[in-house]
């Protein structure tokens, strides 16, 4: 079955630090959504990818699509405590599942040390 | 402009118990989803739903677990005889019409320990 992969599980780094979280499918995606949850809280929607190659910046975070639409990732450049939680892919479900069908991995949990 | 919004947000039951969450989508959306988180886990989807219509259910446990979105009032997740391992984070999201594209707003979730 359609598998997503994110990684590092855990990533903790010092306020300043740049942080990447990687996100692999193991089926070509037509679409991906990146999400953040802070600890206790509900996942909050930051950006959809569609085309192949995409880029897409808001202000620290930057997102890429890979060429293949088989991967993806998240750069946060220079840290800040409010950027502490856990980071969701979350590509559509494979197989024809119907829209909001999304594949939620185990995320990516950045803690941030002042 | 109010978000999905969900209540109980906590709901503790005692096994054998039922729990009722209920949901009602942004102003604007009538496609709504149920997901269920467990402790340190992903998100999982359950159920996509639209008035009066179960649309995919690909998700929801066989037994004991059931959806509906009435014409009038918010969307319900019923757990019937409810276990320890039904304790979880549930969530409903949801969509515009006619929105073709999978992003999907998330309310702040109904929290349900099994005792």
């Known amino acids: 079955g359609q598998q997503v992969m994110q990684i590092p599980q855990y990533q903790h780094v010092q306020e300043g630090e740049d942080f990447t979280t990687y996100c692999n499918s193991s089926?070509?995606?037509?679409?991906i959504q990146w999400y953040k949850q802070r600890p206790g809280g509900h996942p909050v929607f930051l950006i959809q990818l569609v085309k192949s190659g995409e880029v897409k910046k808001q202000k620290r975070l930057t997102f890429q699509f890979g060429e293949a639409k088989k991967n993806s990732s998240l750069h946060i450049t220079a840290t800040q405590t409010t950027d502490v939680g856990t980071y969701f892919c979350?590509?559509?479900?494979?197989?024809?599942?119907?829209?909001?069908?999304?594949?939620f991995g185990k995320g990516t949990k950045l803690s941030v040390k002042p | 402009n109010a978000g999905v919004m969900q209540n109980p947000r906590h709901l503790v039951r005692r096994r054998g118990q039922e729990a009722r969450l209920r949901c009602s989508p942004m102003?604007?959306?009538?496609?709504v989803y149920w997901y269920r988180q467990l402790p340190e886990e992903g998100l999982k989807f359950m159920v996509y739903?639209?008035?009066?219509?179960?649309?995919?259910e690909s998700g929801m446990p066989k037994e004991r677990f059931s959806a509906e979105f009435p014409k009038e009032g918010p969307s319900i997740l019923r757990i019937q005889q409810v276990v320890r391992g039904d304790s979880a984070a549930y969530f409903c999201a949801s969509s515009p019409v006619g929105d073709r594209i999978n992003t999907i707003y998330f309310g702040e979730g109904s929290w349900l320990t099994v005792v």
């Open positions: 102003k604007g959306h009538s496609h």
């Open positions: 739903l639209q008035k009066e219509n179960i649309i995919d």
């Open positions: 089926t070509t995606l037509s679409n």
């Open positions: 979350a590509p559509p479900s494979a197989g024809g599942g119907s829209q909001g069908n999304l594949i």
